[in-house]
């Protein structure tokens, strides 16, 4: 901060300057001795001729007075920037940001420096000044011990629409757009829970925002939208996209088809979404891995290949197949099954044809069937290398293992089964339930069309 001693030189120096004023302009504002929180009342009446005398007046070190007086705080901790900024009066602060520009990252007591102050004013020609003399004070949160929030934020908070968006004209990132709050709310979860539908309209329409962003409740801005419709004494209000302010005027488009139309997502939906995508990454990358180990056992089979002509024999051939003919067709059988299976599973999962979760399991039950042949390709390989008076042994261990492989395949089968029979007993409950409901409702609507055909016939009696 300003030292005391340039302090009392910079007011001295605005006494003797406002006293030559006065005698020209009695109009000008003078309060007696030049206190700490005059100036402060300068900005608020903004009495630019005040600011410009002491931005013309050479001080000491070769500063304005006004670079020391710009400093000065009144009791909630606000520099005349900060009153000039929220009061709109942007000559004082084009005079203020010339004589210091550091003023602009000064916080008041409530954490707000004077571009937040602006923002909640929605002061736009202030705002057009203090970017082009500091653009960081754009990017420092509101210091509210706990709580901080982005000057996004203060936007939609004051449905400030249209200095939100000269602020994203400005800062064209994604970053910028995406910063979160406190609660880890994007300004499309606040707009959202404060029902500014302007701002929710513009922030889909023409930013880079991250529509299925989650806060730290782990919600989107699509689950806040649906509960506050829940909530909303008007739901309709909410379908229409239609403000307090403008009930009566028609909107073309609804808020969630809005949204859907974005590809926003609930939570829920969103969980199920990245479970598809991480079990499409996880099964290409078991497909290609089996894929490399399928084709490098065909095309170098256990035992190697025949390096002459000799013996019935030609080069090239794999030794296995003279050796061991009868393990060798299993062996080349199992081998070309797992590649197959693995080819198919890379070409369904590039395709991006396979997205549901059903499909996915179809894949799951292909790439267990090319796991089981490797592992049966495995068990012909080790015969091979094994000498024959092991093999006894190894042919134990051979049974023993494929037993337990398919005593898991079994437990997995069943468990998977369980759920899918659950699964579709749950989806025919559902579907009796909505059938009941429908023709409950039919039967209802359809009662007053029968009873008056009786009605006239009883009429005609009585007559």
């Known amino acids: 901060m300003v030292e005391r001693g340039d302090q009392e030189a910079a007011n001295k120096e605005l006494v003797d300057s406002l006293r030559e004023e006065k005698e020209s302009n009695p109009g000008l504002l003078v309060i007696g001795y030049f206190k700490w929180n005059d100036l402060h ?9 005040v600011f410009r005398i002491l931005s013309e007046r050479q001080g000491e070190h070769q500063r304005s ?9 009144d009791s909630h901790q606000r520099s005349p920037l900060h009153l000039a900024s929220a009061h709109g009066h942007s000559e004082i602060v084009k005079l203020l940001v010339e004589a210091n520009s550091k003023v602009c990252l000064a916080r008041d007591r ?8 602006a923002a909640v004013a929605g002061e736009l020609d202030v705002l057009e000044a203090l970017l082009k003399a500091n653009p960081c004070a754009a990017r420092v949160t509101v210091d509210r011990g706990r709580e901080r929030d982005t000057i996004l934020h203060l936007c939609v908070k004051y449905d400030q629409l249209e200095f939100l968006k000269r602020l994203l004209e400005h800062f064209k990132g994604e970053e910028f757009v995406n910063t979160k709050d406190h609660s880890g709310n994007t300004i499309l979860h606040l707009a959202v829970a404060n029902k500014r539908f302007k701002i ?6 023409e930013t880079k925002i991250n529509v299925n962003a989650k806060n730290a409740s782990n919600q989107t801005a699509m689950d806040i939208l649906i509960r506050g419709r829940g909530e909303s004494t ?16 028609p909107e073309e488009h609804g808020i969630e088809e809005l949204f859907r139309a974005k590809k ?8 199920h979404y990245e479970w598809i995508e991480n079990k499409r990454k996880s099964l290409t990358i078991v497909a290609i891995l089996l894929a490399t180990i399928a084709f490098q056992a065909g095309v170098n089979p256990p035992g190697g290949v025949w390096l002459d002509n000799l013996n019935g024999h030609q080069a090239g051939e794999a030794v296995m197949a003279y050796n061991h003919p009868h393990s060798y067709p299993y062996f080349i059988c199992c081998n070309t099954i797992g590649f197959v299976a693995s080819l198919i599973t890379i070409t369904c999962l590039i395709s991006g044809v396979f997205k ?14 090319s796991i089981t042949s490797m592992a049966f390709t495995y068990a012909y390989a080790i015969v091979v290398f094994t000498p024959k008076w092991k093999r006894e042994a190894v042919n134990h261990t051979i049974v023993v293992a494929v037993i337990v492989w398919f005593g898991v395949q079994v437990i997995i089968l069943l468990f998977h089964g369980n759920r899918w029979i659950r699964d579709i007993a749950e989806n025919r409950a559902k579907a009796v339930r909505w ?13 007053p069309k029968s009873q008056t055909p009786s009605l006239a016939g009883a009429t005609e009696e009585a007559v």
Request: aromatic residues 6%; negative net charge.
């Open 41 to 49: 009342l300068a900005a608020i009446k903004g009495e630019t001729k």
């Open 65 to 73: 007075p006004l670079h020391f007086l710009s400093e000065t705080l």
């Open 110 to 117: 409530d954490g707000l420096n004077p571009l937040h102050a």
């Open 200 to 205: 929710i309209k513009y922030v889909l329409g």
């Open 234 to 249: 008007k739901p309709e209000d909410w379908e229409l996209g239609i403000d307090d302010q403008e009930r009566t005027e």
């Open 264 to 271: 926003g997502k609930r939570e829920k939906d969103l969980t």
């Open 356 to 369: 549901n979760r059903y499909y996915l399991v179809m894949l799951v039950v292909v790439m267990c069937i």
């Open 435 to 447: 059938i009941r409901r429908s023709g409950h409702g039919i039967s209802h609507r359809e009662e």
